[in-house]
């Protein structure tokens, strides 16, 4: 089993000791994640494990990226789970921090990420970003890790943490790895336990959505608000509820009117209570 860290001094002698044995060479990876993990995340350490001498994995529910009214306290908890696949899949450190090690009682510093961070998920969760980027900026801080590998699935958020490191000047690689979908297509979500059997089956129509939208693109379809109108009203029919269902671009994010050689369809919805999150690339470039 990985070794099972709670503090930041353990951590950073854990880290340290590392570059002793292995060298300065050796590179040592990182996945944070919130735990719940499953084979998506498997997917990261994964591919960690293949590019990198040591792998650490966090699992931390990080509490100020939940807006008040969101699923904070029902965020599913799994350690013990999260461990075994952590030891299957090749993590050496699992960092496992309580929030009072994270945010003792007089932090009070933030890391703001602006223009980005306004759009799609920062319209429905204005909080959300400043979150994200302040837990993951000391995660980056505690862990010194030569590459982060984060999922193609929260688009946004990867596109937020890049933009984030340059910056900053923070001296790590961040590695955006592809989606993991179950065979009927589904994005692999630490929510989807949520989802009753209907609601599951209802949310199938994310995937379709992304695909039937991206085909006709690449045939040339060009009124992309003719699209938009008719996923959000396909995925309504089915019995989400949208929150968005964006062409963009694959840089800033911003909707488009026109093609462009890549883009990005980004969409959100609710399945029942469960709000969840997926998108697909388009190339057009030859």
Known sequence: MPRLLTTIPEVRDAISTCRKQNGDEAKIGFVPTMGA???????????????????????FV???????????????????????LCDEYGAAIVFHPSAKEMYPPEFRSVVDVEGVTGLLEGEHRPTHFQGVTTVVMKLFNIVQADRAYFGQKDYQQQMVIRKMVE???????????????????????????????????????????LKSTADRIRTGETDFQMLVTQAIVEITET????????????????KLQAPLAE?????????GSTRLIDNSTVSLSH
Not at 174 to 196: M, Q
Not at 263 to 271: C, E, G, R, T
């Open 239 to 254: 019995g989400l509820k949208p929150d968005y269902f964006s062409i963009a671009n694959t840089k800033t994010l911003e």
């Open 167 to 209: 910056d900053l000047n923070l001296p790590v690689e961040i590695v955006t790895v592809p989606t993991w979908r179950d065979p009927d297509g589904l994005a692999l979500s630490s929510r989807n336990k949520f989802l009753s059997s209907t609601e599951r089956e209802q949310a199938l129509v994310l995937s379709r959505v």
């Open 263 to 271: 883009m990005v369809l980004l969409v959100a919805a609710y399945a």
């Open 37 to 59: 993990l499953h084979r998506g995340h498997a997917a990261l350490i994964e591919a960690a494990a293949a590019e990198c001498e040591t792998v650490i994995v966090s699992i």
């Open 62 to 84: 990080n509490p100020t990226q939940f807006a008040p009214h969101e699923d904070l306290d029902k965020y599913p908890r799994t350690l013990e789970a999260d461990l075994e």
